[in-house]
C-alpha cells in the first residue's frame, strides 16, 4: 500500500472517528445524529477494510469491520430518513433489518466461497444491488420533500451533502460489481481514498460547524409549532442572543405574520387545491425563501404540509362535531378543507387527536347530545 493511500485513509478514518464522537456527545436525543454518528463509524470501518493491503487476503480480526461496512448503505439510508423525514421514528425493526443486511453480506461474501459448492457471484451482486437500492432510497428522501421543506439551511444541504454522499457510495458499490476482489489496481484504490477523504471532509464541514463555546451544531429534535420566534431553534445553531439591530427585521415580519394569518384564518387559503409556498409568497407579495423562513422561524414549523395542515385539520374537527353537519360523509368534509386523499388526511388526523375521524365524530356528537339532554 502507497504512502499516499495510507495518508489519505489514516486522515479520513480519523475524521470520521472524530466526527462520529462529536455527534454522539452533543446529539444523542437527535435521531439524525445518531445515525449521522453511526454512518461515520461504518464509513470509517469500509475506508480500512478496503485498503489494498487487505485485499488479497481478507484477515479474521478485520471481520466485524467488514460486518459495520456491511450494514453501512442502511444506516445511510435511515439517515436521510431521520434528516429530512419529520414523521421519521427509529423502530427496533430498523435494527432487525441492519442485521438482515449484514447477514446477507457475510453469505455473500464469505460462507458461499466457503463451501466451493455455489458461485458467489449471483449472492455478491444481490447483495451490491440491496446497497444500491439502499442509496436510490435515501435520494428520495433527500429529493421527495424539498418543495414542501421550511428550514432554509435543511434545504441546501439536501444538495449538498447526502445527495453528494449516496452518488459516491453508489459509485463504490458499482465498482466493486465491476472489479471484483480488487482487480482495479492501484490507481483504483488511490482514487477510491482521495474520494473518501473529500467526501469525509466535506461530511465534517457541513455538519460539524462548531459554536463558540465548543457546542456541536446539529439538528434538533423537533420544533414545537406556535412558539415565539426567540424559542424556535434553527436547522444549525441554537437561538442566539437578540440583536438590537434586528429591530427593523422583526417589524416586518410582524405585518407579514398578521397578513399571513388573514390569508389562512379568514380567506382559507388553506382549502385553494394544490396550493404550494410559492402560490401562498405570491399571496403575500414576498418570495418564496422569506415565506418559509417566516414560517420556520416565527411559527415554528418546519415543513409545509403540517402548516396547512394545522388550519385543515381545525376546520374538519369543527365540521365533524358539528350535529347539522352529521350526514356528511368525512371524505367530503376532509376534501373541502383542501386535503386531496384519505390516506394522508386520516394520518395526520390520528396524528393530532389520537383517534380517527369517525372515532372523533362519534364522541363529539354524543356529548352534544348529552349536553343537549341536560
Avoid at 487487505?54 to 444506516?75: E, K, T, Y
Avoid at 441546501?156 to 458499490?173: D, F, H, K, Q, T
Wanted: charged share 15%; net charge neutral; aromatic share 8%.
Amino acid at each position: 500500500m502507497s504512502l499516499i493511500e495510507v495518508a489519505l485513509r489514516g486522515g479520513a478514518v480519523v475524521l470520521l472517528l472524530l466526527i462520529a464522537a462529536l455527534l454522539l456527545r452533543d446529539a444523542r436525543r437527535v435521531p439524525a445524529g445518531v445515525f449521522a454518528a453511526l454512518f461515520a463509524l461504518g464509513a470509517a470501518a469500509y475506508t480500512i477494510v478496503s485498503a489494498s493491503v487487505f485485499a488479497p487476503v481478507p484477515s479474521l480480526w478485520l471481520l466485524p469491520l467488514r460486518m459495520i461496512g456491511m450494514g453501512n448503505p442502511l444506516v445511510f439510508c435511515l439517515f436521510a430518513a431521520a434528516l429530512f423525514d419529520d414523521d421519521f421514528k427509529p423502530s427496533w425493526l430498523h435494527a432487525v433489518a441492519w442485521l438482515a443486511m449484514v447477514a446477507f453480506g457475510l453469505v455473500s461474501c464469505f460462507l458461499i466461497d466457503a463451501t466451493f459448492l455455489i458461485d458467489a457471484a449471483p449472492a455478491r451482486w444481490a447483495f451490491s444491488a440491496l446497497g444500491l437500492a439502499c442509496n436510490a432510497l435515501a435520494v428520495w428522501y433527500v429529493l421527495a420533500g424539498r418543495a414542501i421543506d421550511l428550514v432554509e439551511e435543511r434545504r441546501r444541504l439536501r444538495g449538498v451533502l447526502v445527495v453528494v454522499l449516496a452518488l459516491y457510495s453508489a459509485a463504490i458499490i458499482a465498482s466493486e460489481i465491476a472489479l471484483p476482489g480488487g482487480s482495479g489496481g492501484p490507481i483504483l484504490y488511490l482514487a477510491n481514498g482521495i474520494g473518501l477523504l473529500t467526501l469525509t471532509v466535506v461530511f465534517a464541514v457541513v455538519l460539524l460547524s462548531v459554536s463558540g463555546d465548543g457546542a456541536l451544531i446539529s439538528l434538533p429534535a423537533s420544533a414545537a409549532p406556535l412558539q415565539a420566534a426567540s424559542e424556535v431553534t434553527s436547522f444549525y445553531r441554537p437561538a442566539a442572543a437578540p440583536d438590537p439591530g434586528d429591530q427593523v427585521g422583526r417589524d416586518d415580519d410582524t405585518g407579514l405574520l398578521a397578513a399571513l394569518r388573514r390569508l389562512m384564518e379568514y380567506d382559507r387559503a388553506y382549502r385553494e387545491e394544490g396550493l404550494s409556498i410559492g402560490g401562498l409568497a405570491a399571496k403575500l407579495g414576498i418570495p418564496e425563501h422569506g415565506l418559509r423562513r417566516l414560517i420556520n422561524r416565527s411559527l415554528g414549523y418546519r415543513n409545509f404540509n403540517a402548516f396547512l395542515n394545522r388550519y385543515r385539520l381545525d376546520d374538519v374537527t369543527a365540521a365533524l362535531a358539528d350535529p347539522a353537519q352529521e350526514a356528511v360523509p368525512i371524505l367530503t368534509i376532509a376534501m373541502d378543507a383542501g386535503f386531496q386523499s384519505l390516506g394522508p388526511f386520516n394520518r395526520a388526523f390520528k396524528a393530532q387527536t389520537g383517534m380517527t375521524p369517525s372515532e372523533f365524530r362519534r364522541l363529539q356528537l354524543s356529548r352534544t347530545d348529552r349536553a343537549a339532554a341536560e
